[in-house]
């Protein structure tokens, strides 16, 4: 049996550019049994994660398909090349494919994996396009209870394939690690994600907690340099112009990102959309960092009671917050413990689980 991936074209599977969606897959492909009969379809990329399994496709403009149709067209067409008759297509958040991979394979069993709230993404908003995914997938997986109560949202039907598979984190740390006074904020520089709330509240703070640190990792767009004038190049001027407390990186890597995650004391997750899941703060805790969050979507699923969740969440609730944490050692350390402690959305576990899944998706349909 073979397990095909088919990931956004958009997501570099890539060593130092890798985002949610491409490190989602890469943790569970970590501690898989299947892992020798996985085959990842993607955007070509230079250094690959899981370079055995990775197939990279270069777009053709002259196929007059769009980048994702392109890169399902080539899926479809190299399952159907090998011939073997048992094979398993897992989409990943692009639900408007299924019916076309459908088409073209026929028999192959079809998941589809919702990292985002589907009520707001192309062949999902409506109740009718979610109906007809339930009927033509062996199994829907969304990342958070959040996802599946959007997606089910005024459906009566039988929703027996449609599960909760909270992406997993690997945790390489096994002692808890020595915290500098540092906080920080991980994330794409938009406005959505509550960025302008973190940079004027550290700039209001700042000057208060002059041993402290405050770093800002991301951009507009992972992996790539913000254009001059833009929202997240203001954002990352403004951040700077705090003075030498203030340490913006721009994008970088998994690795840079867990060793920032290691050392940091607190973590501010101040998202003004609602987050489906909330991948920040499942590595936030495996890495026992005190935590600041947006109280909206599924991250109170991954926090719950290990962390401040903020209601309807502004500048002044999140400067009150980080200034009580910063100032108050023992509760810091006490979120800091909760974290580490309570930590359990491990790859082992999403590997595990997914893999569990993959069988009784093959005992039914071969």
């Known amino acids: 049996m073979k397990i095909n991936i088919l990931l956004p074209y958009k997501e570099k599977f890539d060593k130092q550019k890798a985002s949610s969606v491409s490190i989602t897959v890469s943790n569970n492909m970590l501690y898989s049994n299947f892992i020798d009969d996985i085959r990842v379809f993607g955007q070509k990329t230079e250094d690959p994660l899981f370079k055995k399994n990775f197939f990279g496709v270069n777009y053709s ?188 990186f721009g994008f970088k890597n998994k690795k840079f990102v867990d060793e920032k995650m290691k050392s940091g004391a607190i973590i501010v997750i101040p998202s003004l959309w609602r987050e489906p899941f909330g991948l920040v703060a499942a590595e936030a805790m495996s890495n026992g960092m005190a935590i600041i969050a947006a109280n909206s979507g599924g991250i109170p699923e991954i926090i719950e009671k290990n962390g401040m969740l903020i209601h309807d969440i502004d500048k002044n609730k999140l400067k009150k917050a980080l200034t009580h944490l910063i100032s108050n050692h023992d509760k810091r350390i006490i979120y800091q413990q909760k974290s580490w402690k309570n930590f359990k959305l491990s790859s082992t576990y999403s590997s595990k689980k997914l893999d569990d899944f993959r069988r009784m998706i093959f005992q039914k349909y071969y």
């Open 61 to 248: 403009v002259t196929s007059f398909k769009s980048k994702n149709n392109y890169l399902a067209d080539q899926l479809s067409k190299f399952v159907l090349k090998t011939n073997e008759n048992r094979n398993l297509v897992e989409i990943h958040n692009r639900h408007y494919l299924v019916k076309r991979i459908k088409k073209k394979l026929k028999v192959s069993p079809i998941s589809l994996f919702l990292h985002n709230d589907p009520k707001e993404m192309k062949g999902a908003k409506s109740k009718l396009e979610r109906k007809e995914l339930m009927l033509d997938c062996a199994a829907i997986f969304c990342v958070s209870e959040f996802v599946r109560s959007q997606f089910l949202d005024g459906l009566d039907e039988d929703c027996k394939n449609v599960f909760v598979l909270h992406n997993g984190v690997e945790r390489k740390l096994t002692r808890f690690p020595k915290k500098k006074k540092e906080v920080l904020y991980v994330g794409r520089i938009v406005p959505e994600k509550g960025v302008d709330l973190y940079v004027d509240v550290i700039k209001s703070i700042a000057p208060k907690f002059t041993d402290w640190r405050f770093n800002l990792i991301g951009s507009s767009k992972l992996g790539e340099i913000d254009k001059r004038g833009s929202y997240a190049q203001k954002i990352s001027k403004k951040f700077r112009d705090i003075g030498a407390q203030a340490n913006f």
